[in-house]
C-alpha cells in the first residue's frame, strides 16, 4: 500500500474544477531554487517497493519564460538515480529521461513552445516504447533506452530539477510558470482518454498520483489556485491598451508594428471583454472626458455603411449610444465611450488606442548578443507603470523607464538593466530601430557604448523597415519607396566589400589555383569592309565570367542579372585584356557594365545582426564584365578567288601580360556569335567560330568568313561580258565582214572597260584572279574574232588580186572564205563550253 509524507492539508478534490500551482513567476522575480513543490512516495519496510513498467503522466503547463533546462516534472528514487524520470524541455525541444536514461525520442521533432500559452501534455511509457502526446494528438514514439522500471518510493518535484535525491536544486534549471491537473497512472492511457482530456471534457485523476489531491509539501512563494475544467482551454482575446493619445491612421500604424489590428467588436460579448480589459486605464487615458478608445470602424461613405477597417466589410454590430452616428462627413471614425457605448468622431483628433493582438504573437528583438535564437523573441505581456512591456521569452523584458524617459532592456537573471535606448519621445515604443546606450558592460561593449537594435514583428523572410513596418524582400531597393519612412531604398549596396580587400590584385581560383575567366564574344555588326585598305570595322561585345572568393553579395534576383553600380566596380578587381591586330590606333569603348548573373546559396545573416538582406557568397556566384567595343581591325584579304572569293578575319585579343599566369582562359565554356544580319551588301557572313591561338591560356581568336556574294557580281560582270560574247560571235554571221569587225572591236572595247573599272574596286595584287582569268578569257577571243576577220579578208583580198590585177570576186575563194568562218564559228561555242566547264568546276569543287 503507498503511502505519503503528508505535511500539509489536504486539498479538496472537486472534479470540476482543477488545481493550478505557480512557481517562479512575476516580472520581476529572480530566480531561485527556493521555490519548489515536493511529494514523497514512502512504502512501509515490510513491503516489496512496487516498480512501475507502463505508466502515463499527463499535464497542463503554462510557461512565462524559456530557459535552457525548463524543467515540468523532477522524479529521483536515488542520489545515484535522481533523474529516474525528469520531463523538461530545451527551447524548442522537448527533453526526456526516462529510467535514468536520456531519451532521444522527443527531440525528433521541434516543439512550438508559447510562453502564456496553456499546452496539455502526455508521457506514455509502455515497456519498451515511448511516446509523447501533445494537445490530445501523439507528437513523437520510438523505442525507450535503458532498463525499464520506475519504483515507487522516490520524490517527485514540481518547480526544480532534482540533482540528487529530493534536493540539490540550480535556480537556473526550474520551471518558471504554471502548472496543472499532473496525474500519474499506473497504466497507459488510451488516446480517447488523453484527447478528452486534452479538450478539457474530464479531469483525468490518476491513481498513483493526482495533483488535485495529493499533499504536496511546499517551499517558497508559490501561488495555489482553482479553476474551472474549462480554464486551460479557454481562448480569450488579446488586447495591449495604448495611453498615449494618437490620430485615427497612427493608432493603426502603432497596432501594425506592435502585430495587430485596433479592434472592431462583433458582438456585445467581444464590446464588454474589450471594455473590461481598457477599464483600469480609464483614468489615464484622457482624464475628465468619456471620449476614450478609437475602435477599428470606419464610414464608407459610397453605400453610408459602417465598416470593418481590418476586413472591410461592412460591420454587423453597431453600439452607438444616442444621438450618434452623426450625419456628417467630417465624423467619419468611432471613439469607443468610457460606458462602453460608441460615437462617431473626427478622425484627425487624437484619441487613445487599444490594439488587438494575436496569441501566439512574437516579435524579434536583433542586433543583441543572444546566443540562441530562441533569446531574441519577445511579446506583448503585460503593463508597468501603465505602459505595455515587451517580455523576452527568456531572462530579458523591455520597460518603459519614468525616471529618465526612455525605455531599458532589464536583465531578470541579474536584476540589472543592461542598456537603455536614446533620444526617444515620450510617447514612442522600442519598436523599429532605435539606438541603444550600454548602461552595464554587455555585449563586449563597455558602459556608455552606443549600438542599434531592432524590435519588430517580422519574420526572418521580410525586411524590417525602420519603423518596424514589414514588407517583403522582394521590395528591397526596386527604386521604389514602399516603407512610409523610404528605409526600404537606403543602403542598397549590391556587393559588400572588406576593409582589407585589394582591388589591384586578382582573387584566386578554386583550390588555390590560377583564376580562370569563362569568356564570350558576341559580333553584333559589321560596320565597314575596306577591301582596299584589307581591313573591317566591327562593333562587338567581350563578356568575361569569374568569381572572387573576398565579395558577397546583397540585392539579388534569381533569374535576373543585378548590374554593379560604377562606383563600387571602380574599387573591384575587374579583368584587363588588349585588343591585336588593331588597324589605325585605340579601339573605342561604347559601354562597360559589370554585372552579377547568378543569385546562388542564398544565406541569412546571423540572427543577431541588424541587417536582415540575403548575403550571397562570391565563390559561388558569378561576376562579369561587359564591354562594347567599336574597333577597326586588319584582316588579310585573299583575292586569288575573287569574286568567288572568302575572307577570314578575327576579332583578336590578349590578356594583360602583368597578370604573370595568375589569370588564364577557361579551357571550356566558352561562347562565340554573331547577331548582326548574315546577309550584307556584298557579302554572307558565315563560320563564326573560336580559332585556335598559340596559347589559349592567354590569347582568343573569335573568327568569322566573308563569302562574297556572287549575285550582283554575276549580274554585272560575268552575264554583261557573256552578251558582249554572244554579240561578237553573232557579227560573225554577217556578210560584211567590215560590219563584223567593227561590231567586235566595240565589243573590246567595251569589255575591256568594263574589266577595267572593275579593276579600280578590288585591292591591288600580284595574284592572278578567278575575275582576271574570266576577262582574260573573253578579250582573247574577242581577239581572236577581229584577228579572223581580217585574216580572211586579208587573204581573200591578196589571192584575188594576184590572179587579175582587179578585185573581181572569185567563186571558189569566196566559198573557201565562207568554209572557215562557218567552221571557226561553230568552234566557239564548243571553245567557250570547255572553258567554262573547267573554269566553274574550279570556282565549285576546288576553290569552293
Keep these: 500500500m503507498l503511502q505519503a509524507e503528508c505535511r500539509n492539508s489536504q486539498p479538496r478534490a472537486d472534479d470540476a474544477h482543477s488545481r493550478v500551482v505557480g512557481v517562479q513567476q512575476g516580472l520581476w522575480t529572480v530566480p531561485s531554487n527556493q521555490v519548489f513543490l515536493r511529494y514523497n512516495f514512502s512504502v512501509p519496510e ?153 479538450s478539457c471534457g474530464w479531469s483525468g485523476r490518476g491513481n498513483v498520483f493526482s495533483l488535485d489531491t495529493a499533499d504536496m509539501e511546499v517551499v517558497g512563494n508559490v501561488s495555489d489556485t482553482r479553476v474551472e ?92 449610444a444616442k444621438p450618434y452616428p452623426m450625419r456628417s462627413n467630417l465624423f467619419q471614425c468611432v471613439v469607443l465611450l468610457d460606458d462602453g457605448t460608441w460615437a462617431n468622431h473626427r478622425c484627425s483628433l487624437k484619441k487613445c488606442a487599444i490594439c488587438h493582438l494575436p496569441t501566439p504573437g512574437v516579435l524579434y528583438l536583433r542586433g543583441f548578443c543572444f546566443d540562441s535564437d530562441c533569446q531574441r523573441k519577445f511579446r506583448v505581456a503585460e503593463y508597468f507603470g501603465g505602459r505595455l512591456v515587451f517580455r523576452g521569452h527568456e531572462d530579458l523584458f523591455i520597460f518603459w523607464s519614468e525616471g529618465d524617459e526612455a525605455w531599458r532592456l532589464h536583465d531578470i537573471d541579474r536584476n540589472v538593466s543592461v542598456a537603455r535606448t536614446e533620444q526617444v519621445g515620450r510617447n514612442s515604443y522600442p519598436v523599429g530601430t532605435h539606438r541603444w546606450v550600454a548602461v552595464e558592460q554587455v555585449c563586449d561593449m563597455q558602459k556608455g557604448s552606443v549600438f542599434e537594435m531592432i524590435l519588430s514583428t517580422c519574420t526572418d523572410d521580410l525586411f524590417v523597415c525602420s519603423s518596424g513596418d514589414c514588407i517583403e524582400r522582394n521590395l528591397r531597393c526596386n527604386l521604389w519607396n514602399d516603407c512610409s519612412d523610404g528605409s526600404d531604398e537606403e543602403n542598397c549596396d549590391v556587393v559588400a566589400i572588406g576593409s582589407s580587400y585589394q582591388p589591384h590584385l586578382p582573387p584566386r581560383g578554386p583550390t588555390d589555383a590560377a583564376l580562370t575567366l569563362t569568356p564570350t564574344v558576341t559580333l553584333s555588326r559589321i560596320a565597314k569592309i575596306d577591301e582596299i585598305a584589307m581591313s573591317v570595322t566591327l562593333e562587338f561585345f567581350t563578356t568575361l565570367a569569374w568569381r572572387d572568393e573576398r ?12 548590374p554593379v553600380p560604377a562606383t563600387q566596380a571602380d574599387r573591384m578587381w575587374i579583368p584587363d585584356f588588349q585588343l591585336l591586330d588593331l588597324e589605325g590606333g585605340q579601339p573605342k569603348v561604347l559601354d562597360e557594365k559589370v554585372m ?175 575575275i582576271d582569268i574570266w576577262f582574260f578569257f573573253a578579250i582573247s577571243l574577242l581577239f581572236l574574232n577581229i584577228m579572223v576577220i581580217i585574216f580572211l579578208d586579208y587573204v581573200a583580198g591578196f589571192f584575188l588580186n594576184a590572179q587579175t590585177g582587179t578585185s573581181p570576186k572569185d567563186t571558189s575563194l569566196e566559198k573557201i572564205r565562207e568554209r572557215i568562218m562557218s567552221l571557226y564559228r561553230s568552234a566557239i561555242p564548243f571553245a567557250f563550253l570547255a572553258f567554262n566547264v573547267s573554269y566553274w568546276w574550279l570556282v565549285v569543287f576546288v576553290f569552293k
Design 46 to 198: 515490510d513491503e516489496p517497493v512496487p516498480t512501475l513498467f507502463n505508466y502515463t503522466i499527463c499535464y497542463w503547463i503554462r510557461g512565462e519564460r524559456a530557459a535552457s533546462l525548463f524543467t515540468h516534472v523532477s522524479y529521483a528514487v536515488s542520489d545515484l538515480d535522481a533523474n529516474n524520470i525528469l520531463l523538461y524541455q530545451g527551447h524548442d525541444r522537448l527533453l526526456a529521461f526516462v529510467n535514468g536514461v536520456y531519451q532521444r525520442v522527443p527531440q525528433a521533432r521541434e516543439f512550438p513552445f508559447v510562453p502564456g500559452v496553456w499546452h496539455h501534455l502526455c508521457h506514455v511509457v509502455e515497456e519498451e516504447n515511448y511516446a509523447v502526446y501533445w494537445g490530445g494528438k501523439e507528437f513523437v514514439s520510438g523505442k525507450l533506452a535503458g532498463v525499464p522500471g520506475a519504483p515507487l518510493n522516490g520524490s517527485l518535484v514540481i518547480g526544480q530539477e532534482q540533482d540528487r535525491f529530493g534536493g540539490h536544486f540550480d535556480k537556473y534549471q526550474v520551471l518558471f510558470g504554471e502548472i496543472g491537473q499532473l496525474n500519474f497512472w499506473d497504466r497507459t492511457l488510451p488516446l480517447a482518454e488523453i484527447g478528452k482530456m486534452a
Design 229 to 320: 475544467l474549462g480554464h486551460f482551454c479557454k481562448e480569450t482575446p488579446h488586447y495591449a491598451v495604448l495611453s498615449e493619445r494618437l490620430t485615427f491612421q497612427a493608432a493603426l500604424a502603432q497596432c501594425r508594428v506592435l502585430g495587430g489590428t485596433v479592434p472592431a467588436p462583433s458582438s456585445s460579448y467581444d464590446n464588454d471583454i474589450l471594455l473590461k480589459n481598457a477599464e483600469p486605464f480609464m483614468d489615464s487615458c484622457a482624464p475628465g472626458s468619456n471620449w476614450k478608445y478609437w475602435l477599428g470602424i470606419a464610414h464608407k461613405e459610397e453605400n453610408d455603411t459602417w465598416i470593418s477597417v481590418e476586413s472591410g466589410e461592412e460591420a454587423q454590430y453597431l453600439n452607438f
Design 551 to 562: 565579395l558577397s553579395f546583397q540585392h539579388l534576383t534569381p533569374g535576373k542579372e543585378t
Design 596 to 770: 552579377i548573373t547568378t543569385a546562388n546559396n542564398a544565406t541569412l545573416p546571423a540572427f543577431n545582426s541588424i541587417e536582415r538582406d540575403l548575403t550571397y557568397p562570391g565563390t559561388e556566384n558569378d561576376l562579369t564584365v561587359t564591354r562594347q567595343f567599336i574597333a577597326k581591325f586588319a584582316c588579310s584579304f585573299n583575292l586569288h578567288t575573287y569574286p568567288f572569293d572568302k575572307q577570314e578575319c578575327s576579332i583578336n585579343l590578349q590578356l594583360s601580360r602583368a597578370y604573370q599566369d595568375r589569370v588564364s582562359f577557361s579551357l571550356e565554356g566558352w561562347t562565340g556569335t554573331y547577331t548582326g544580319p548574315e546577309e550584307l551588301a556584298l557579302y554572307t557572313v558565315k563560320g563564326v567560330a573560336f580559332r585556335s591561338t598559340d596559347d589559349a591560356r592567354t590569347e582568343l581568336s573569335l573568327g568569322f568568313e566573308l563569302h562574297r556574294r556572287q549575285g550582283v557580281i554575276l549580274l554585272s560582270t560575268f552575264v554583261p561580258s557573256v552578251l558582249l560574247l554572244l554579240v561578237s560571235w553573232a557579227a560573225l554571221f554577217l556578210k560584211d565582214l567590215n560590219v563584223s569587225a567593227n561590231l567586235s572591236l566595240t565589243n573590246l572595247l567595251v569589255l575591256y572597260t568594263l574589266f577595267s573599272n572593275l579593276l579600280r574596286s578590288v585591292p591591288d595584287t600580284a595574284a592572278v584572279k578567278m
